[in-house]
C-alpha cells in the first residue's frame, strides 16, 4: 500500500515536472518570439538560430522576426550590398536580373509558391530551401543578409506594381521597374554598411 502510495506520488511529481517544463518551453523558444517561418515546401517550422553565425541582432532582422516586414526594401545601401550577395549565391541559377535559368524567375509575379510574394516566405524559401536544386542557404547567408538579398531580389522587379505587397504605399507611388544596366551608387548611404 505505502509502495503504491508513492508510486503515485512519484508519478504525480513527474506530470507536474512534465507540465511544468511544457509550459516554460513554449514561450522562450529561442528568438522566435513574432513570426514562425516554416519550410516552403514542408511547412516544419525553421530555427532561425541554425546556420551561419551573427547577423541576427540589427534592428532590421529584430523587425522582421517580429513583424515580416523587410526595412532595407528600397533602401540603397543595402540594395549595393544585396545585389553582391545575389550575385555571388543566386543569379548561377536564377539568371543576372533573376529572369530565370536553371531556378525559375525571381522578377515578376507567378511564383510556383505563393508564399513567396510575402518577404516572410521568401525568407523562409532562401533559409531552408525547397526542392532539388534550391538547397537551404541558412550556412552561406545571414538572416541580415538573407534581407539584404531579398531587397535586391524585390528590386528586380518589373511586374505589375499593385502585386507588390512588399512595397509601401509611398514606395508604390515612386516604383519604377528595374532596367538592365541600373547602376547602385558603391558609396549609397543607408542602413546597410559596405559588405566585408
Ligand atoms: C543550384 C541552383 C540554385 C541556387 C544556387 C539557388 N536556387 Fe533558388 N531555386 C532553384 C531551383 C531549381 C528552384 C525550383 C525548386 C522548386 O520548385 O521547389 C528554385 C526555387 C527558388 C524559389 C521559389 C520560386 C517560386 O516560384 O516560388 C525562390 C524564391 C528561390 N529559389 C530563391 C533563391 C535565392 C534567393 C537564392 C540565393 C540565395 C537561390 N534561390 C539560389 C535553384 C537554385
Not at 61 to 70: E, L, R
Request: charged share 20%; hydrophobic share 30%.
Amino acid at each position: 500500500m505505502i509502495e503504491t502510495k508513492k508510486t503515485l506520488g512519484a508519478l504525480l511529481g513527474l506530470a507536474i515536472a512534465g507540465a511544468g517544463l511544457a509550459a516554460v518551453a513554449q514561450p522562450s523558444a529561442g528568438p522566435q518570439t513574432g513570426i514562425v517561418f516554416r519550410n516552403t515546401v514542408t511547412g516544419e517550422p525553421l530555427n532561425t538560430a541554425e546556420g551561419k553565425e551573427g547577423g541576427r541582432d540589427t534592428e532590421a532582422v529584430k523587425t522582421f522576426f517580429q513583424t515580416g516586414k523587410n526595412i532595407y526594401i528600397d533602401d540603397k545601401s543595402c540594395l549595393r550590398n544585396g545585389e553582391s550577395l545575389y550575385a555571388t549565391s543566386c543569379s548561377g541559377c536564377h539568371g543576372h536580373l533573376a529572369e530565370g535559368k536553371l531556378g525559375p524567375g525571381l522578377n515578376d509575379n507567378y511564383w510556383t509558391y505563393p508564399s513567396n510574394t510575402e518577404d516572410s516566405g521568401l525568407f523562409a524559401t532562401i533559409f531552408g530551401g525547397a526542392n532539388g536544386m534550391m538547397g537551404p542557404h541558412n550556412e552561406n547567408l545571414t538572416p541580415d543578409e538573407m534581407l539584404q538579398t531579398i531587397a535586391w531580389i524585390r528590386h528586380l522587379y518589373t511586374g505589375p506594381v499593385k502585386d507588390a505587397v512588399w512595397l509601401n504605399d509611398a514606395q508604390k507611388k515612386t516604383y519604377t521597374p528595374y532596367k538592365e544596366g541600373e547602376k547602385i551608387p558603391q558609396d549609397a548611404k543607408g542602413q546597410c554598411k559596405p559588405l566585408e
